[in-house]
């Protein structure tokens, strides 16, 4: 089923990323060389689930060396993100749950915690919803369960909004995947692919989350594009939940506040 091996030296797979990884490799998985990294060691692992067009330096690169440390983290480039080719098979949160299965499968690891912001956050949901066996600890970032979670103003997006991204931000997305993608050219084209996949209907019910069996950490920012309410309404759904507001936070900078996120993720990761 799947096939992994270390990057060859002097490609993209070593030299792009600023943090460095102690282990970074690909692993053949349903039709897709899925890159990963692993670093750190000891305890259950936690796999890391990065935002929709984002990469893993861009989503975790503030908090990845302080998570590492003292336990092991496998950080997943999804399909279509960063050194992950795309492919015909559209993006949606069944098949990435099962990429991400599957490579677990792959590195012997019956049991992981999950932190998942965005897009990860829903794939990490989803595995949570239908392989809860999988999950030890559940850390969902900027997340929803329903597609009227969001803001209107991110549903039908209203550029001048402060809680969507700026030019910068959609200028880093675009740097950060032209130095590592394997087709460069395709930005424009994935980027139109993940935004349809981020309007396309989430496939759980309120008895979905109230049947989580994993403890969960829920974070939002105060201008993120989780409405607060639909956060609390997780909080009130799921039976082992917490959930924690950031203060002067919007959703690209949620994962940067790692001066707010560190402790609580460890404290609940220790627990």
Not at 158 to 173: H, I
Not at 188 to 193: E, I, T
Not at 206 to 214: H, I, M, N, P, S
Request: hydrophobic content about 45%; aromatic content about 6%; some cysteine.
């Amino acid at each position: 089923m799947t096939n992994s091996h270390s990057p060859q030296p002097g490609n993209a797979a070593t030299t792009a990323n600023d943090h460095a990884p102690a282990a970074a490799a690909y692993a053949e998985v349903n039709g897709l060389k899925l890159y990963y990294e692993r670093h750190g060691s000891g305890g259950r692992p936690l796999v890391l689930l990065h935002g929709g067009v984002l990469t893993i330096d861009l989503s975790f690169g503030a908090v990845l060396p302080a998570l590492a440390t003292g336990r092991e983290v496998i950080a997943v480039e999804m399909q279509g993100h960063g050194h992950t080719a795309d492919s015909d098979r559209p993006i949606t949160l069944a098949n990435l749950a099962s990429d991400v299965v599957g490579l677990l499968d792959e590195l012997g690891v019956p049991q992981a915690d999950f932190l998942g912001f965005s897009l990860g956050g829903l794939t990490a949901l989803q595995i949570a919803v239908t392989r809860p066996e999988r999950v030890g600890r559940l850390v969902l970032v900027s997340t929803h369960y329903r597609q009227d979670g969001y803001h209107d103003e991110v549903r039908t997006p209203e550029w001048g909004s402060p809680r969507l991204p700026t030019e910068e931000d959609f200028a880093a997305m675009a740097a950060a995947y032209a130095a590592v993608a394997p087709q460069p050219e395709h930005f424009q084209d994935f980027l139109a692919k993940c935004s349809a996949a981020a309007h396309a209907d989430l496939p759980w019910t309120a008895d979905d989350l109230r049947g989580l069996t994993a403890p969960t950490l829920l974070a939002v920012g105060d201008t993120d594009f989780v409405r607060i309410e639909h956060a609390a309404e997780m909080l009130r759904l799921i039976p082992r939940a917490e959930l924690a507001v950031l203060p002067g936070t919007t959703h690209m900078a949620i994962m940067r506040r790692a001066d707010l996120l560190l402790p609580m993720v460890n404290r609940f990761l220790a627990e």
